[in-house]
């Protein structure tokens, strides 16, 4: 966006502060299916696509109205299944792409900006410590599957993405992002039901806009699946989660901008042969505060399997 003066500058940072706490950055990784147990040795690889568009909305004394995003991204994925301690685990590496337009109206007149580049990458080890040992495709294929299985996890986004600290809106955040998690999964039939915990922890930007040090207090998430397998490869599930906190505080100064989001989604899979699959998926954030954001999202993704 581009307009002329300090209290531009001032609007447009609490700007960049609300849009990145506004659902976003724990929305899109609602995921079902995350803690099913796989043998050892396998590797996944896949690519998808998205398309994510909503409103953002201000306090009105920012004079910013009518804003809203559409955000294209892509992403390239990598699973590889092992065992850890007589444990079945798993890591997952993502590099996500994306193109975003912001538009609306500063002061009554229109401004809008542009950007495309690579965002920050992730990388996540999980371990399931109760109901799923570690064995090959001949032993998982044999032997009887337990229908609970808790697992742990921790996700770690690497500061690696497009970041230019002269720009108060950036793919990349500059910063490390830390969450633990712990879930838990019960089958029954061809249902399965899935909870997850998670805490996002974030390191200081100390080169935020303008030479300041952005800090956020820490983020809780609740998320939960309902899950219905069809058949092999063939499901759907169901998914909800709340998140709380993200308190922006920028040189010492709180900004009051603390998340508190729901978040609904549907998700199906579609088995193509034995080694490829599809997914598609909905995904809607909706802001529980006056300030916020309401968005959806639809995706695509494929699958291999090797």
Known sequence: MKAPGNKLATRLALFLLLLAGAGP?????????????????????????????????????????????????????????????????????????????????????????RRHGFADP???????????????LQEFAGEPRSNTVVGAAVSVTVPLGEYYPDRFINLGANRWMVRPQLGVTHTRGKWTWELTGSMFFYTDNDDFFGGQRLENDELWAVQGHAIYSFRPGLW????????????????????????????????FGVPINRQQGLKFYWLGARTQNDTGADLNSFGVGWTYRF
Do not use: C, H
């Not at 109205?65 to 299944?81: F, H, I, P, W």
């Not at 709380?244 to 508190?260: E, P, Q």
């Open 122 to 136: 992730r990388l996540r080890l999980s371990v399931l410590l109760y109901g799923a040992p570690a064995r090959t």
């Open 25 to 113: 950055i724990f929305a899109q990784d609602i995921e079902p299916r995350r803690w099913t147990p796989m043998p050892t040795g396998m590797n996944v690889i896949g690519v998808g696509t998205n398309f994510t568009s909503g409103d953002i909305y201000f306090d009105p004394v920012l004079e910013l109205q009518d804003v809203e995003t559409e955000v294209y991204g892509a992403g390239l994925s990598y699973m590889r299944s092992f065992g850890l301690a007589g444990k079945s685990a798993r890591l997952d590496v993502t590099v996500p792409y994306a193109m975003g337009r912001w538009s609306g109206l500063l002061s009554g007149q229109p401004a809008s900006t």
């Open 236 to 267: 759907a599930s169901v998914s909800t989660a709340y998140g709380n906190g993200y308190d922006a505080v920028v040189d010492g100064v709180d900004k009051n901008l603390a998340v508190d989001n729901w978040l609904l989604a549907l998700s």
